[in-house]
């Protein structure tokens, strides 16, 4: 096992701030390592990152081996709910019961069902927008980019809008626990609490929606049938808070960032304002460029070779999507947010392979809906750079404010 002394600290306030120099440098000197700090091993380019999401060997249920190993026998109960709603996300189970539980998923989250959402996130974008101001600072994050995939994820799932406050603050404290390290009791405490109060919740709804049916994703759940199969109960509310987060905070940072690359890009700005065809790739090449996942974890189950190394069992890796994104060898320039960019190799930041991003499409539609909208609203967006800033977590890219001179008006 190769371990050397580096600079590989990525949560210093300079790589918090920006990871790439640092990423950059580790995935050109030490492009598959085990890094002692993170005690995982690290993949960083994109030739080996893109086929390690593909290959099954590296596991992605990383809950089992926690709750077998490391999880007390005497902890406290609401502790317990929270890894077994957490080995019930499929994003934590890996094929062959992956396919299983993605097929009945997806069956309430087809690219048809999102399409029919656009109407009304236009209307919560507007919503949103019109209380901006006209023009002058704004927190774009706190006012807008943050509120809009809550709003949308609790109306998908049928959460009533007095509940939403509820909803939002068990999904910021259950967010320290999922995207920070697994390690921090304090955190879980805090995350268990918030988990127990959530599924006791839509326990609530799913008795409600399973009697009377409504438009909305926990009655698709329910109703979601494959050859004789459903998902229990269980399964449609671990479901319901792997949705709350995958459509939440990730969302939340791809708009951020996206509209933090179009402020330092003001040509990109303005082509993007004019042309839905830019607008769209703007939101794509926002996710190859400063996508919301840095790292995506997996474990080892048996030992195996791969890029010329031996991994052993119970070692953690970390795959870099965000290192991958930006590798020379495959992208042009690669440190320029150039949205109609010659190569169209698919970048990673959705992920590739079986767990390839659910909400990828919706995604897609809410930051573009929400970019669209801010464009149209102001003709000059300019983020204050100095006071922009992001969590301080190791695997994913989460912007906490971007305050913004805004200005003019976008389109008549
Ligand atoms: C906004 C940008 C988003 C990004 C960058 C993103 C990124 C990702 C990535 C990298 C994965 C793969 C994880 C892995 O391989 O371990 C993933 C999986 C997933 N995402 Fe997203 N996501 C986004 C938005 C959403 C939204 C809006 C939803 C739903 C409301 C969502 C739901 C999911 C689900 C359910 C999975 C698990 C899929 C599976 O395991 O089969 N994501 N996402």
């Not at 494959?226 to 939440?248: K, R, S």
Request: net charge negative.
């Amino acid at each position: 096992m190769v371990t050397t002394e580096r600079d590989d600290n990525l949560l210093t306030d300079e790589a918090v701030r920006d990871p790439y120099p640092l990423l950059d440098r580790l995935r050109e000197t030490a492009p598959v390592h085990y890094n002692d700090r993170y005690r995982s091993w690290m993949l960083l380019r994109y030739e080996h990152v893109a086929p390690a999401l593909k290959e099954l060997r590296f596991r992605s249920d990383r809950i089992t081996p926690f709750i077998e190993n490391r999880l007390e026998a005497d902890a406290p109960d609401d502790v317990v709910t929270t890894f077994r709603v957490l080995q019930g996300w499929m994003v934590f189970v890996d094929p062959p019961k992956h396919a299983r539980l993605r097929k009945l998923v997806s069956r309430a989250f087809t690219p048809r069902a999102i399409a029919a959402l656009e109407g009304r996130i236009t209307e919560i974008v507007e919503e949103l927008v019109g209380k901006l101001p006209r023009e002058g600072e704004v927190d774009l994050v706190r006012e807008f980019a943050y509120p809009l995939p809550a709003i949308v994820i609790a109306e998908m799932l049928g959460v009533p809008p007095e509940d939403r406050d509820l909803f939002k603050s068990w999904s910021d404290d259950l967010s320290a626990l999922v995207f920070g390290e697994l390690e921090d009791d304090a955190r879980h405490t805090r995350a268990a609490a918030s988990m127990v109060a959530l599924v006791e919740y839509l326990e609530q709804l799913c008795h409600r929606y399973s009697a009377a049916p409504d438009d909305n994703i926990i009655s698709a759940l329910v109703q979601a049938r494959e050859g004789g199969d459903a998902l229990t109960q269980d399964e449609v509310i671990a479901t319901c808070v792997l949705l709350l987060f995958g459509g939440h905070e990730t969302t939340t940072s791809l708009i951020g960032n996206a509209v933090l690359a179009l402020s330092h890009a003001p040509e990109v700005q303005r082509r993007a304002r004019n042309s839905e065809r830019v607008l769209r790739l703007a939101v794509e090449e926002a996710v190859r460029f400063d996508g919301p996942a840095k790292f995506v974890p997996r474990v080892i189950e048996e030992p195996f070779e791969f890029a010329g190394q031996a991994f052993e069992p119970g070692q953690r890796v970390l795959l870099s999507l965000a290192a991958a994104n930006r590798d020379p060898r495959v992208y042009d320039d690669p440190e320029t947010f150039r949205p109609e960019r010659d190569s169209l190799q698919q970048h990673v930041g959705y992920g590739l392979g079986p767990h390839y991003c659910l909400g990828a499409p919706l995604a897609r539609l809410e930051v573009r809906l929400a970019l669209e909208a801010l464009l149209g609203a102001y003709g000059h967006i300019t983020a204050i750079d100095s006071d922009v800033s992001w969590a301080p977590v190791l695997l994913n890219r989460v912007i906490r404010t971007l305050p913004a001179e805004v200005a003019g008006v976008g389109r008549a």
